[in-house]
């Protein structure tokens, strides 16, 4: 059967591709953070471990980088699930603009409604308000920046300014702000040496060994309901090589291979189809991560 009747075969039968080749019950290496496939490496243990203590000792600011696709939002959403009930959250991903702009979308993640013709004292005032309601009534709230590089200075000013918001001595809101590599250069410039002086907790993570490499792809296949022996030593070691051990990916170049291998009838990858996967050019990310380690 030709790749083409096959993959006719399996868009009829079986949308995971190469799913019945493996016995995989669902995809081992998609791209969307799933906790449900978190790798516990040492490193986001104690990156957990960070996180946790951050916010349930009330710190005014936990900080969490790491280059792209080390794992970062896949960690925050396990820690998601791990805040006490009684906390209120808001998530915001991706925030950009001025001062009042970014008031606006801490409100919106709050969940506080607010009118927009407003200025920034009437909403500022109507976040103050939200902040000691909820104090009063034994809730503490919580508000997670993801993509937190994406702010500007005055934005990171701004919300080292809300953690200003006190009762006596408790913090009225906790800050947890993750971000990529930049964030913490950023943090450390002289103009923001006030809000990095708020920073209780931090942790930086870093790509996996080569050994944690091998790890993670095998936990991932046993997830998905495999052995984890599909991808062979040899190929293990050209995938870390190749992706210097970022998360994101390995995952690319993995699920690239477990389609190579399907096509060709192997119930195994080896370190052949990953060259196939390289050298067709299929795998981008082997050309961005090869540039990177260039420069």
């Known amino acids: 059967m030709s790749r083409a009747d096959k993959q006719t075969d399996s868009a009829d039968h079986q949308p995971g591709f190469y799913l019945e080749n493996f016995g995989f019950t ?3 290496f998609t791209l969307v953070p799933d906790p449900a496939f978190l790798y516990w490496s040492d490193q986001h243990k104690r990156a957990f471990s ?5 916010i349930l000792s009330r710190a005014p600011i936990t900080l969490i980088t790491g280059a792209v696709g080390c794992g970062k939002t896949t960690l925050l959403r396990q820690v998601l699930r791990h805040i ?5 959250v808001g998530l915001i991903s991706n925030a950009q603009g001025n001062r009042g702009e970014l008031i606006q979308w801490v409100l919106h993640s709050l969940g506080v409604g607010f009118d927009p013709a407003d200025g920034y004292v009437s909403q500022f005032q109507v976040l103050q308000d939200f902040l000691i309601e909820n104090y009063a009534e034994g809730r503490r709230v919580i508000l997670i920046f993801d993509e937190a590089q994406n702010l500007s200075q005055e934005s990171l000013e701004e919300l080292r300014m809300l953690t200003n918001i006190n009762s006596n001595k408790d913090e009225l809101i906790q800050l947890v702000l993750v971000g990529q590599d930049e964030l ?3 943090i450390k410039r002289p103009e923001l040496r006030q809000l990095a002086q708020r920073i209780a907790a931090s942790f930086h993570l870093g790509p996996l060994s080569e050994e944690a490499t091998a790890e993670f792809i095998a936990h991932r296949l046993r ?3 495999g052995s984890g022996d599909e991808i062979d030593e040899k190929a293990g070691a050209l995938i870390y090589e ?9 995952n690319q170049v993995c699920d690239m291979s477990l389609l190579y291998a399907w096509s060709a009838d192997s119930k195994t990858v080896d370190r ?4 196939s996967v390289i050298d067709d050019g299929v795998f981008f990310g082997a050309e961005v991560a090869s540039g990177e380690a260039a420069e």
């Open 26 to 28: 669902e995809r081992p």
């Open 50 to 54: 960070v996180l946790e203590f951050g």
């Open 84 to 88: 006490e009930e009684d906390s209120v």
């Open 184 to 186: 913490r250069q950023m």
């Open 223 to 225: 997830v998905a309901g």
């Open 242 to 250: 190749v992706t210097g051990g970022i998360p994101r990916l390995i």
């Open 272 to 275: 052949k189809i990953v060259q």
